[in-house]
Structures are given as C-alpha cells and as structure tokens.
C-alpha cells in the first residue's frame, strides 16, 4: 500500500478482458489508490486473466472470481467485504478514471459520498479523450434526498442526467455505521437503491462539477439492458425505502413518483412478454384481469410507437454537449477554468 493512499477501486466485471485492463490501469494510475479489488462475474473469457496481467507490481490488485454470475451488487458487496481501505470507489470494467480524479475528490471536505462529473466516450475515442475534456470549476454543492430522486424520474421527451449514474466515493464508515451494503437482488438500479437508503439515513452526498470519470458508451454494455423482472425488484425496492418513518412529505411523494415511474415500465414490459410468449389473446386477458395497470400499458404503447427516435438520441444519459466532443452527465458551472 502506498503512503497516504486511501482508496479501494472496486470492479465487477464479467466478460470484460477487452476492456478491464485500460480500467485497471487507470485506476493504478492514481496515486491515492491503495487496492483494486477485481470480482470477475461468471465469466466465460479471460477477464480474471487479463486482470491479473493488469497488475503495475506493487501488489495493490485483488482478483476473485465467482464460479456463476451472481450480479453486480453480489459482486461489489463481496469486495467490499474483503478489502480494507477506509474509501470506496466504484469503477465499471469498460470505464475508467481522468488522472487526477481521486486527488480531486479527496481534496474536499465533509462528505460521506462525494462524486465528479461524467463525460461519456466512444469506444474508438476513449484513448484520447483526455485531450478533450474541458476543466470546469468543481464548484461543490450538497445533493439532498429530495433532488437525488427528483433527478431519476424520467420525463418524456426531456433529455437529461440520470443522477444514479454518478461514480461516487463512499466512505466505509459510514455504510458501516448504518449497516449498508447493495441490495443483491437487483440488477438494476443497485447503485441508485444504495444512494437513496443512505440519504435518508442523513448521508452528506457532496457534487463537483469538474469531470474525472470516462464513461465507455457501447451498445452491448450489459448495464444497457434489463429483465422485467428487474423492474419490478426496483420498484419494490422503492416501496421498502418508503416503509421508513422518517421521510419528509416531500421525499415521500417524490420517492413514491419513482416507484409509479418503475412499475409503470414494468406493466408494459410484462404485457409485451406475455404477447410475444402466448399471444394477443392472453396478452388481452392479462390486461382485463390488471384494469389498474391499462393506463401505464396504453401510454407506454403510444409513446413507444411516437418517440422511437428519441429513445435513440437518449440511449445514454446525456445532459450536456461539450465543445470539445465530450459529453457530460450533469450542467457544469457557466465558467470554466
């Protein structure tokens, strides 16, 4: 372990060996990392391979490997569960880290999760795209419970971040402190789950606007598709967060906007599984029997008909068009620096 390195890289990777190794690299790269922690998923290639290979000599890269795909949560939880550094960071095995990031981020104060802009990258241009990122001023704010929900609702037809995208820092005190770990049976929206449960147990989750992550945009990222089993697990996480007795109105109502938002998209993915499986005629039945559900099933037929094009343009969370070619996840400050 380094002097003064304070944080542990966790990567939870399956079938990765194209891209694991350039998101090692970057995070060895950086001073402050004491371990990388690489769970290979159920992998069917060499990822474990390629990721030991990956290793600078200063020992600082764990490997482990599940025999079966257990799921990212599962995943990041282990490596928590087996590292030792007071400072998490997640990293995605086709991403990787700006240099400088880590400094940046720990050079701010009175946080318990504390996140960077994300610019996203195209695959052919990943190698060169710190020739492009702009410097913005970091500019930190607090990200409150109310405004980390409000920024995952979709809006149709508005082009916006998703705030669960952020790559935070976590210090492990705190998950420790309130007993928080990734809920295992999610696949989707994992990161977003762990957030929202640690705002409301009083989290200070602090936003700079400079940029630090590189965030690989690839059409067959595992992270870009999800079984309508996922969406309900989502939404019934959201159910079990609004149990808790200590949520403002506020948060309540916005939260409970969420769940709709989820359950709504899991309506029409089951009446769509069950057209494409038995047929209109069972499809029609389903609905008949789930008259509660015929609103979100219309309205998801319709939009999906009228906005093809639109989900297109967003099938990355894009907020921002840079003028260097970058694209970023949250509006930077007006100045840059």
Not at 76 to 90: D, E, F, T, W
Not at 315 to 321: F, K, Q, S, T
Request: hydrophobic share 40%; aromatic share 6%; glycine share 8%.
């Amino acid at each position: 372990m380094k002097p003064n390195a304070d944080v542990c890289v966790i990567i939870a990777a399956k079938n990765a060996a194209g891209t694991i190794g350039r998101a090692i690299t970057s995070a060895l790269a950086e001073p402050e990392t004491a371990e990388v922690v690489v769970v290979d998923d159920g992998s069917s290639d060499s990822t474990a391979a390629v990721s030991r290979q990956a290793d600078d000599g200063t020992g600082r890269v764990t490997v482990v490997s599940f025999e079966i795909n257990k799921g990212p949560a599962a995943a990041r939880n282990h490596a928590i569960a087996i590292s030792k550094a007071p400072v998490l960071a997640i990293l995605d095995a086709d991403d990787f880290f700006f240099p400088g990031r880590l400094k940046n981020l720990l050079a701010q104060t009175d946080w318990d999760f504390i996140a960077d802009n994300i610019a996203f990258v195209d695959e052919e241009k990943a190698s060169t795209a710190h020739l492009a990122l702009e410097a913005f001023a970091p500019a930190p704010r607090i990200l409150d419970l109310d405004e980390f929900i409000e920024g995952n609702i979709s809006k149709r037809g508005v082009r916006r971040g998703e705030i669960g995208f952020l790559k935070p820092l976590m210090r492990r005190d705190f998950l420790d402190a309130h007993q928080l770990r990734y809920h295992e049976s999610l696949r989707l929206g994992e990161d977003y789950d762990l957030y929202a449960r640690a705002l409301t147990k009083g989290a200070r989750y602090k936003i700079i606007h400079s940029c630090g992550y590189g965030a690989v945009v690839r059409g067959d990222s595992l992270s870009s598709s999800h079984r309508t089993i996922d969406l309900k697990r989502l939404y019934e996480a959201d159910r079990a967060i609004l149990s808790q007795a200590n949520l403002s109105p506020q948060a309540r109502a916005l939260i409970g906007r969420h769940e709709r938002h989820i359950r709504d998209r899991y309506e029409l993915r089951e009446f769509l599984d069950i057209k494409r499986q038995s047929g209109p005629g069972a499809a029609l039945t389903h609905v008949l029997s789930k008259p509660s559900a015929i609103p979100a099933i219309a309205g998801g037929i319709f939009a999906d008909k009228t906005e093809r094009f639109r989900r297109q343009a967003d099938a990355a969370p894009v907020a921002l068009g840079g003028s260097g070619g970058l694209r970023y996840l949250i509006q930077p400050p007006s100045t840059a620096v």
